[in-house]
């Protein structure tokens, strides 16, 4: 049962456009949400993150847009740059669950100079 | 970068053998929780460890166990390897409360044959 689900296995951008990736969610009780950004053989790095009082959060070129009513969250990077390319994976985690995260299959993003 | 590392990097095993991996948490947090990545998939919780006591575990037999000593630090330890044990094991550092705060290690590939 994935509870987490990023739908677009990849995902191709011109730089200095905007990037969106998607993530969906089936869980109620997932209250906080966070995206993270890989590289292969290295851990996830934590971007950016939303608690479920929110609907939008905004650090520096990426923004997360929560809509708890869909269950469907985004991560939208303007302008994309060349060093985004990565695999970004969405996560969620519920406070009533020790607050393990519950990660998607991730989307991997590819910006094109 | 985090201050969370882990070891060994990389380790070949064979099937029916035993591992140890290790993870030393980031300065000030208690809590570490340990994540099987398979390829092509997102991390999946095995478990956690808050103050050396096992504070919740995902779907895994428990031939993979584990401890965190009081230093917080934490071995995972998985018995009668299988080849479907093959995946990147990651180690997360984090704190009750403070969720933001959740980091990575770079992770101990392990290769079973």
């Known amino acids: 049962d994935q509870q987490v689900k990023q739908n677009s296995p990849s995902l191709s951008v011109q730089e200095g456009r905007i990037s969106i990736l998607n993530c969906d969610y089936t869980?109620?009780?997932?209250?906080?949400f966070l995206w993270y950004k890989k590289y292969p053989a290295e851990g996830p790095t934590f971007l950016i993150s939303?608690?479920?009082?929110?609907d939008k959060n905004e650090d520096g070129r990426f923004t997360v847009f929560l809509n708890k009513s869909a269950k469907h969250l985004s991560l939208h990077i303007v302008p994309s740059q060349p060093g985004d390319s990565a695999v970004y994976f969405c996560?969620?985690?519920?406070?009533?669950?020790?607050?393990?995260?519950?990660f998607g299959t991730g989307t991997r993003l590819t910006i094109i100079p | 970068e985090t201050g969370v590392t882990q070891s060994p990097t990389h380790l070949i095993k064979t099937r029916g053998q035993q591992v140890t991996l290790r993870c030393s948490s980031q300065s000030g947090h208690n809590t570490v929780s340990w994540y099987q990545q398979a390829l092509g998939q997102g991390p999946q919780f095995i478990f956690q460890y808050y103050r050396e006591e096992e504070n919740g575990r995902g779907n895994f037999p428990p031939r993979f166990s584990g401890l965190q000593f009081p230093n917080y630090s934490s071995e995972l330890n998985v018995n009668a390897l299988e080849l479907d044990d093959s995946a990147l094991y990651l180690c997360a550092s984090s704190s009750p409360g403070r969720r933001e705060e959740v980091f990575f290690g770079s992770g101990t590939q392990l290769s079973v044959l």
């Open positions: 869980n109620s009780m997932f209250d906080y």
């Open positions: 996560a969620a985690s519920a406070l009533k669950g020790n607050e393990k995260l519950t």
């Open positions: 939303i608690s479920s009082i929110k």
